[in-house]
């Protein structure tokens, strides 16, 4: 696999959309698409073409896993890595959303100035 | 690799955006206190809870990244209490969890620090209770002298409050807004409105969910009685007494930050232990399941259990061998357990209660019985510590306890590397008072400056009585420079108060010394104890009604004379 450059982050809330963006692009130097929706992330997802996906679990409409289901309908992105991002991070919970096909999950509150870091990790331990 | 431009450039753009988050986070906190401003105690409030918990769980999400690492930990501890909750297939909040609720809520707004917190390690000092947002009282009153006299007075006890004229103003004002007490004139207009007879006729008051106190000239039967019916928490003659009268108010405002009840359950059946403790914690206490048994004492050394619910009989070890084991330690000789069990032979309960136990609860309990049994014993429990270690007239710490305080607070200091500051004050002139006025009435300023000094000072700070006149107070992890202000506030407070006997007003000042450990790193407790003795002696011959502190020998310039 290639290196890590193109991310899509799917988040409903604007506050911490700024944050995230700024920790993936200033600090950890990559490509970064936000998206409000899961709707949005459906629509706009394959167009971009991610090396990988950063999904909140908590949002209106279409939540994280019913946003990753219909993100792997998606034949060019079925194999792009997938991580949730959630304040809920009990073991159980974390197996729960790798069961459902995520890579990892991302605690949240994130750290902004590591946010990258751990992205990177995720990334790597799925090339 | 980034220049220091640019890592200026994003901690800016960082300062920023945590500046936009500090921005809309009161409208946040508001919208989740007008959520639980909508909670009734009833099944509906399920929906309500929803939100709320939603909103928690964004806010426990959110906050760490914008440097309110406090605020996620608070939030996420709510969202989960309240996710505990909704488990219950009854849901019923009672009162006193839903003030605690709103509370903790309004607590929120208190963990947001004033610069970014990195790291989960923090030391932002507890707020001082005077900044936080004062108890409002509302105080209906027509006689324009006796509620000016009553609002100054209350106000020095840090109280907001406002004055209404009659009911009718009272009803018009609740619409929108809720007192947290109210202190009612049974006597309105020269007695043309009698305040009972109006609130039973008044639904809208009678629905407030804060306590209520009359105040009244008779001392007639029906009054007491209808004061009763409408739930008053106290009853006041005039002319009033009001140093008793706040004694009674911050008393009711106590019990409500009374903290919540620990219960510890051990039972070998993992759902029945987990219904339990949801129970439990719907009900506003916190309770825990104990994992294995052989951590019983480890579990009760951390947890510190004011109840211990013990199954009777478990595969590994008894019941009655685990209270056998808890009552070996001297220190929880007096823990209650009560043992749970399908056990119905009378002689086989004596037999097991023979064995260290208090009590015996036959399952299946109903949930309302196990909640009612727990909370009454231990309320019971709290009130016995209250009489062993508290001085009666205020409440406070005994002498022994609070020296006991002092010199485990000062190692404490020295182990974790943070001040301690120590604060001895004493009445001035207190022998006058009780030689003019009696000793009924040296009591009261007593009272007085013990209410001060518990409103004052943080939950965290111990206060205790060490002598007749003479008060010690403990503020751990506090320098000096934070503790002079709120001791000169106490200072200024306890002199502005006015005392009244047979029609006589008089008033009444205090002198403290203070030492901090910062200034005598080598020094213990008693020895910390006795700097501020010597401080408070200087405060006094410069004339009382100030404050001194203690610095090693060569004493520097004291510009006072």
Known sequence: MSELQRILYVEDEPDIQAVAELALETVGGYTVKTCASGEEAVRDAEAFAPDLILLDVMMPGMDGPTTLEALRGIPALAEVPVAFMTAKVQPSEIAHYKSLGARDVIAKPFDPMTLSDEVRRIWQGAA | ?561
């Open chain 2, 1 to 561: 690799m980034t220049s220091a431009g640019a890592e200026q450039a994003l901690k800016d753009r960082l300062a920023q955006l945590r500046a936009r988050y500090l921005e809309h986070l009161p409208d946040e906190l508001a919208a989740l206190s007008s959520l639980q401003g909508r909670l009734a105690g009833k099944e509906q409030d399920r929906e309500v809870l929803d939100e709320l918990q939603q909103r928690l769980h964004k806010l426990a999400g959110s906050g760490g990244s914008f440097g309110c690492a406090s605020l996620s930990t608070a939030a996420r501890a709510l969202e989960q209490r309240i996710g505990d909750w909704l488990q219950v297939r009854e849901l019923a909040l009672d009162a006193p969890t839903r003030r605690s609720l709103a509370n903790e809520l309004a607590a929120l707004a208190r963990t947001v620090p004033e610069s970014p917190e990195r790291s989960a390690v923090r030391w932002v000092p507890e707020a001082w209770s005077a900044t936080e947002s004062a108890m409002a009282i509302w105080l209906v009153e027509d006689d324009a002298e006796l509620a000016r006299q009553l609002k100054q007075q209350l106000e020095s006890f840090n109280y907001e409050v406002r004055v209404f004229k009659g009911i009718d103003a009272l009803r018009r004002a609740v619409e929108d807004q809720q007192p947290d007490l109210l202190l009612v004139d049974v006597m309105l207009e020269d007695g043309r409105e009698n305040a009972t007879e109006r609130l039973v006729d008044c639904p809208q008051v009678q629905a407030l969910d804060c306590p209520l106190i009359f105040i009244s000239v008779n001392d007639d039967f029906p009054s007491r009685v209808r004061a009763v019916q409408l739930g008053a928490q106290g009853y006041f003659l005039k002319p009033l007494d009001v140093p008793r009268l706040v004694s009674r108010i911050s008393q009711i405002f106590e019990e409500r930050h009374a903290p919540a009840q620990r219960v510890l359950i051990v039972d070998d059946d993992a759902d029945l232990a987990e219904h339990m403790r949801l129970v439990l914690t719907a009900a506003g206490m916190e309770a825990r399941v104990l994992d294995a048994p052989r951590e019983i004492m480890d579990t009760i050394a951390a947890f510190r259990p004011e109840l211990v619910l013990m199954d009777l009989y478990m595969p590994e070890y008894a019941g009655t061998d685990l209270a056998g084991v808890i009552r070996q330690h001297e220190a929880y000789i007096h823990l209650p357990i009560v043992y749970l069990s399908a056990e119905t032979d009378i002689e086989r309960q004596i037999e097991a209660m023979g064995r260290g136990a208090d009590d015996f609860l036959t399952k299946p309990i109903s949930d309302l019985q196990l909640v009612a049994a727990a909370r009454s014993r231990i309320a019971r429990a709290r009130q016995l510590e209250e009489r062993i270690s508290k001085d009666s007239l205020t409440g406070l710490l005994k002498h022994a306890s609070i020296k006991e305080a002092a010199s485990r607070e000062v190692l404490r200091a020295r182990r974790i590397g943070r001040p301690v500051t120590l604060a001895m004050l004493d009445i001035d002139h207190f022998k006058r008072v009780n030689d003019t006025y009696g000793h009924a009435v040296g009591d009261v300023v007593i009272m007085s400056i013990a209410t001060l000094l518990r409103q004052r000072l943080r939950q965290s700070d111990i206060i205790g009585r060490y002598g007749g006149e003479e008060f010690v107070a403990v503020l751990p992890e506090c320098e000096a420079e934070h503790a002079r202000p709120v001791l000169e506030e106490v200072r200024r407070n306890f002199a502005a108060l006015e005392f009244n006997h047979q029609g006589e007003r008089f008033g009444s000042t205090i002198s403290i010394g203070m030492v901090c450990s910062a200034d005598y790193p080598d020094q213990d407790g008693p020895e910390l104890l006795v700097a501020a003795d010597e401080a408070l002696y200087r405060a006094k011959r410069g004339g009382r009604d100030q404050i001194q502190q203690a610095f090693p020998a060569p004493a520097p310039d004291v510009t006072d004379c």
